[in-house]
Protein backbone atom coordinates (compact mmCIF):
# COMPACT_ATOMS: atom_id res chain seq x y z
CA UNK A 1 0.00 0.00 0.00
CA UNK A 2 2.81 2.75 -0.08
CA UNK A 3 5.18 3.10 -2.39
CA UNK A 4 8.52 4.47 -2.63
CA UNK A 5 9.96 7.10 -5.54
CA UNK A 6 12.84 9.83 -5.58
CA UNK A 7 11.48 13.15 -3.28
CA UNK A 8 11.47 15.94 -6.12
CA UNK A 9 10.62 19.78 -5.39
CA UNK A 10 6.71 19.56 -6.01
CA UNK A 11 6.85 17.37 -2.96
CA UNK A 12 8.16 19.62 -0.23
CA UNK A 13 4.60 21.56 0.79
CA UNK A 14 4.27 18.07 2.07
CA UNK A 15 7.46 17.32 3.29
CA UNK A 16 7.30 20.61 5.24
CA UNK A 17 3.80 20.32 6.34
CA UNK A 18 5.01 16.57 8.43
CA UNK A 19 8.42 17.99 8.62
CA UNK A 20 6.42 20.58 11.48
CA UNK A 21 4.59 17.98 12.79
CA UNK A 22 7.30 15.16 13.40
CA UNK A 23 10.20 17.36 14.64
CA UNK A 24 10.79 20.22 17.69
CA UNK A 25 13.59 21.73 15.21
CA UNK A 26 11.92 21.34 11.47
CA UNK A 27 14.03 21.93 8.88
CA UNK A 28 13.11 24.76 6.26
CA UNK A 29 12.27 24.88 2.62
CA UNK A 30 15.80 26.03 2.09
CA UNK A 31 17.26 23.42 3.93
CA UNK A 32 15.64 20.83 2.06
CA UNK A 33 16.32 22.16 -1.28
CA UNK A 34 19.79 21.98 -0.45
CA UNK A 35 19.98 18.70 0.38
CA UNK A 36 17.94 18.05 -2.90
CA UNK A 37 20.41 19.67 -4.89
CA UNK A 38 23.35 17.87 -3.14
CA UNK A 39 25.44 15.30 -5.64
CA UNK A 40 25.94 12.97 -2.69
CA UNK A 41 22.54 13.09 -1.47
CA UNK A 42 19.26 10.79 -1.47
CA UNK A 43 15.73 11.87 -0.48
CA UNK A 44 12.99 9.35 -1.30
CA UNK A 45 9.48 10.07 -0.09
CA UNK A 46 6.92 7.08 0.63
CA UNK A 47 3.12 7.81 -1.08
CA UNK A 48 0.09 5.79 -0.13
CA UNK A 49 -3.81 6.73 -1.37
CA UNK A 50 -3.78 9.27 1.21
CA UNK A 51 -1.10 11.33 0.00
CA UNK A 52 2.32 11.83 1.07
CA UNK A 53 2.77 9.60 4.10
CA UNK A 54 6.82 9.62 4.55
CA UNK A 55 9.90 10.62 3.29
CA UNK A 56 13.92 9.95 4.45
CA UNK A 57 16.78 11.21 3.13
CA UNK A 58 21.14 10.10 3.44
CA UNK A 59 24.35 11.92 2.15
CA UNK A 60 27.20 9.74 1.55
CA UNK A 61 30.45 10.50 2.38
CA UNK A 62 33.25 7.94 0.75
CA UNK A 63 32.21 4.55 2.64
CA UNK A 64 29.53 6.35 5.17
CA UNK A 65 26.08 6.78 4.47
CA UNK A 66 24.25 9.18 7.22
CA UNK A 67 20.82 9.17 7.77
CA UNK A 68 20.21 13.12 7.80
CA UNK A 69 16.34 12.28 8.32
CA UNK A 70 13.44 10.37 8.60
CA UNK A 71 9.47 10.59 9.00
CA UNK A 72 6.20 8.92 8.80
CA UNK A 73 2.93 10.70 9.20
CA UNK A 74 1.71 10.47 12.58
CA UNK A 75 -1.17 8.41 11.68
CA UNK A 76 0.70 5.88 9.17
CA UNK A 77 2.64 5.28 11.81
CA UNK A 78 3.72 1.62 13.21
CA UNK A 79 2.56 0.26 9.42
CA UNK A 80 5.94 -0.35 8.53
CA UNK A 81 6.59 2.31 5.83
CA UNK A 82 9.65 3.67 8.28
CA UNK A 83 11.38 0.17 7.89
CA UNK A 84 10.54 0.42 4.26
CA UNK A 85 12.07 3.90 3.59
CA UNK A 86 15.12 2.99 5.69
CA UNK A 87 15.55 -0.21 4.34
CA UNK A 88 15.62 1.18 0.64
CA UNK A 89 17.89 4.68 1.71
CA UNK A 90 20.83 1.82 3.07
CA UNK A 91 20.35 0.23 -0.13
CA UNK A 92 20.67 3.59 -2.05
CA UNK A 93 23.92 4.35 0.15
CA UNK A 94 25.24 0.67 -0.52
CA UNK A 95 25.12 1.58 -4.24
CA UNK A 96 26.99 5.03 -3.86
CA UNK A 97 29.55 2.71 -2.24
CA UNK A 98 28.62 2.94 1.38
CA UNK A 99 29.97 -0.13 3.89
CA UNK A 100 28.50 1.43 6.69
CA UNK A 101 25.51 4.22 8.04
CA UNK A 102 25.47 6.16 10.81
CA UNK A 103 22.71 8.76 12.42
CA UNK A 104 22.13 10.81 15.16
CA UNK A 105 19.10 9.95 17.17
CA UNK A 106 17.50 11.58 20.85
CA UNK A 107 18.23 9.52 23.49
CA UNK A 108 14.43 9.30 24.62
CA UNK A 109 13.10 8.90 21.23
CA UNK A 110 12.61 4.89 21.81
CA UNK A 111 10.25 4.48 18.59
CA UNK A 112 13.34 5.67 16.20
CA UNK A 113 16.00 3.72 18.07
CA UNK A 114 13.86 0.66 18.52
CA UNK A 115 13.67 1.00 14.51
CA UNK A 116 17.09 1.58 13.86
CA UNK A 117 17.87 -1.85 16.08
CA UNK A 118 15.69 -3.81 13.88
CA UNK A 119 18.38 -2.90 11.03
CA UNK A 120 21.77 -3.56 13.15
CA UNK A 121 22.04 -0.37 14.32
CA UNK A 122 24.57 0.08 17.73
CA UNK A 123 24.97 2.93 19.76
CA UNK A 124 28.71 4.00 19.63
CA UNK A 125 28.95 7.84 21.17
CA UNK A 126 26.98 10.02 22.81
CA UNK A 127 26.67 13.89 21.74
CA UNK A 128 26.25 16.11 24.87
CA UNK A 129 23.15 18.64 24.69
CA UNK A 130 23.51 18.28 20.15
CA UNK A 131 19.64 19.22 20.43
CA UNK A 132 20.08 22.77 20.83
CA UNK A 133 16.08 23.90 21.22
CA UNK A 134 15.84 21.12 24.21
CA UNK A 135 19.44 20.45 25.19
CA UNK A 136 18.48 16.89 24.94
CA UNK A 137 21.80 14.34 24.29
CA UNK A 138 22.28 12.47 20.74
CA UNK A 139 23.10 8.74 20.22
CA UNK A 140 25.36 8.23 17.42
CA UNK A 141 24.40 4.66 16.06
CA UNK A 142 26.17 2.66 13.26
CA UNK A 143 25.38 0.02 11.04
CA UNK A 144 28.53 -1.79 10.29
CA UNK A 145 28.87 -4.15 7.01
CA UNK A 146 25.67 -3.01 5.00
CA UNK A 147 27.13 -3.94 1.70
CA UNK A 148 28.12 -7.70 2.67
CA UNK A 149 25.47 -10.30 1.24
CA UNK A 150 24.79 -10.99 5.13
CA UNK A 151 23.61 -7.76 5.46
CA UNK A 152 21.57 -8.10 2.17
CA UNK A 153 19.52 -10.94 3.24
CA UNK A 154 18.52 -9.14 6.62
CA UNK A 155 17.20 -6.21 4.49
CA UNK A 156 14.99 -8.37 2.60
CA UNK A 157 13.52 -10.04 5.55
CA UNK A 158 13.02 -6.77 7.25
CA UNK A 159 10.44 -5.39 3.78
CA UNK A 160 9.48 -8.80 3.07
CA UNK A 161 6.18 -8.01 4.24
CA UNK A 162 6.09 -4.50 3.42
CA UNK A 163 6.15 -5.71 -0.76
CA UNK A 164 9.33 -3.37 -1.60
CA UNK A 165 12.60 -5.52 -3.22
CA UNK A 166 15.87 -4.10 -2.54
CA UNK A 167 17.38 -5.23 -5.52
C1 LIG B 1 10.60 6.57 13.83
C2 LIG B 1 9.50 6.50 12.74
C3 LIG B 1 10.05 7.03 11.43
C4 LIG B 1 9.08 5.03 12.58
O1 LIG B 1 8.18 4.95 11.47
P1 LIG B 1 7.06 3.80 11.38
O2 LIG B 1 6.50 3.83 10.00
O3 LIG B 1 6.11 3.90 12.51
O4 LIG B 1 7.98 2.50 11.57
P2 LIG B 1 7.55 0.98 11.31
O5 LIG B 1 6.07 0.82 11.26
O6 LIG B 1 8.33 0.50 10.13
O7 LIG B 1 8.10 0.29 12.64
C5 LIG B 1 9.26 -0.49 12.64
C6 LIG B 1 9.70 -0.76 14.06
O8 LIG B 1 10.07 0.45 14.72
C7 LIG B 1 9.77 0.32 16.12
N1 LIG B 1 8.72 1.27 16.50
C8 LIG B 1 8.05 2.10 15.68
N2 LIG B 1 7.18 2.85 16.41
C9 LIG B 1 7.33 2.46 17.69
C10 LIG B 1 6.73 2.86 18.92
N3 LIG B 1 5.79 3.82 18.95
N4 LIG B 1 7.15 2.27 20.05
C11 LIG B 1 8.10 1.32 20.04
N5 LIG B 1 8.70 0.87 18.91
C12 LIG B 1 8.32 1.45 17.75
C13 LIG B 1 9.26 -1.10 16.31
O9 LIG B 1 10.39 -1.92 16.53
C14 LIG B 1 8.64 -1.36 14.95
O10 LIG B 1 8.49 -2.72 14.65
P3 LIG B 1 7.09 -3.46 15.06
O11 LIG B 1 5.98 -2.60 14.59
O12 LIG B 1 7.21 -4.76 14.35
O13 LIG B 1 7.15 -3.57 16.55
C15 LIG B 1 8.23 7.31 13.19
O14 LIG B 1 7.89 6.93 14.51
C16 LIG B 1 8.39 8.83 13.13
O15 LIG B 1 8.20 9.44 12.09
N6 LIG B 1 8.74 9.46 14.28
C17 LIG B 1 8.87 10.93 14.34
C18 LIG B 1 10.09 11.41 13.61
C19 LIG B 1 11.35 10.78 14.16
O16 LIG B 1 11.54 10.67 15.36
N7 LIG B 1 12.24 10.37 13.23
C20 LIG B 1 13.51 9.75 13.59
C21 LIG B 1 14.52 10.83 13.77
S1 LIG B 1 16.11 10.17 14.27
Redesign the pocket.
Known sequence: MFAIRPMLREDLEEVLQLEER??PCPWTRGMFLAELEAPDSRYLVGECELGLA?YGGIRVFLEEAHLMT???REDL???????MLLARLIWEGVSFGARCMT?E?RRS????I??YQ?FGFRVVGLRKGYYSESGEDALVMEASGIADDGYRDRLKDLVRFGGMGVD
Open positions: AFGLAVRRRGLGTLVNLPASLK
